[in-house]
T-cell receptor
Framework: GQQLNQSPQSMFIQEGEDVSMNCTSS?????WLWYKQDPGEGPVLLIA?????ELTSNGRLTAQFGITRKDSFLNISASIPSDVGIYFC??????????FGQGTRLTINP | DAGVIQSPRHEVTEMGQEVTLRCKLI?????LFWYRQTMMRGLELLIY????????DSGMPEDRFSAKMPNASFSTLKIQPSEPRDSAVYFC?????????FGSGTRLTVV
């Protein structure tokens, strides 16, 4: 079945550092989504990407949809303590169900 | 819009008891998804509905789990009888086409 490989599984960084994580798939998707989950809450949508090659920013977050439609990355610039959480990538083909990655757990040392 | 609303937020029950989790969709959304999240297995899709019709229940662990969508805005996930290995956080999410909106989850502990 479809699977998303998300890396790294966890990151430990210092406050102020930039963060980069990515997601790859053996399948093509026409929508890539990045979610963040805070402790005790459900995942919240950060960025949605709809076109191959598309680069989208949301504040300090930037995400790109790979040209092959099989990968995506998420960058966070100048990390702050509230960026702590689990980041999930998800791929969607048409209006079908989302396929989620296993998540990247981000920990920030002050 | 109040978003996807789940209840209860926390549930502690004894093994063998029936558990019912509830979810209210965002108005206008026509797809409903139930997920289970654990440390070991991450987010697992249990079942999803489109226009109140179950489309894919292949993720439902076993017959002890059942889900219903009696109307366009409400769904329940029932576990009967519950077992300790069912302990997890259960999320529902709703959608209208692209992307999902998740509820805050129900943390279930079966002792």
């Amino acid at each position: 079945g479809q699977q998303l490989n998300q890396s790294p599984q966890s990151m430990f960084i210092q406050e102020g550092e930039d963060v980069s994580m990515n997601c790859t798939s053996s399948s093509i998707f026409n929508t890539w989504l990045w979610y963040k989950q805070d402790p005790g809450e459900g995942p919240v949508l950060l960025i949605a990407l709809y076109k191959a090659g598309e680069l989208t920013s949301n504040g300090r977050l930037t995400a790109q949809f790979g040209i092959t439609r099989k990968d995506s990355f998420l960058n966070i610039s100048a990390s702050i303590p509230s960026d702590v959480g689990i980041y999930f990538c998800a791929g969607q083909l048409g209006a079908q169900k989302l396929v989620f990655g296993q998540g990247t757990r981000l920990t920030i040392n002050p | 819009d109040a978003g996807v609303i789940q209840s209860p937020r926390h549930e502690v029950t004894e093994m063998g008891q029936e558990v019912t989790l509830r979810c209210k969709l965002i108005s206008g959304h026509n797809s409903l998804f139930w997920y289970r999240q654990t440390m070991m297995r991450g987010l697992e899709l249990l079942i999803y509905f489109n226009n109140n019709v179950p489309i894919d229940d292949s993720g439902m662990p076993e017959d002890r789990f059942s889900a219903k969508m009696p109307n366009a805005s409400f769904s329940t996930l029932k576990i009967q009888p519950s077992e300790p290995r069912d302990s997890a956080v259960y999320f529902c999410a709703s959608s209208y086409g692209r992307g999902y909106t998740f509820g805050s989850g129900t943390r279930l502990t079966v002792v």
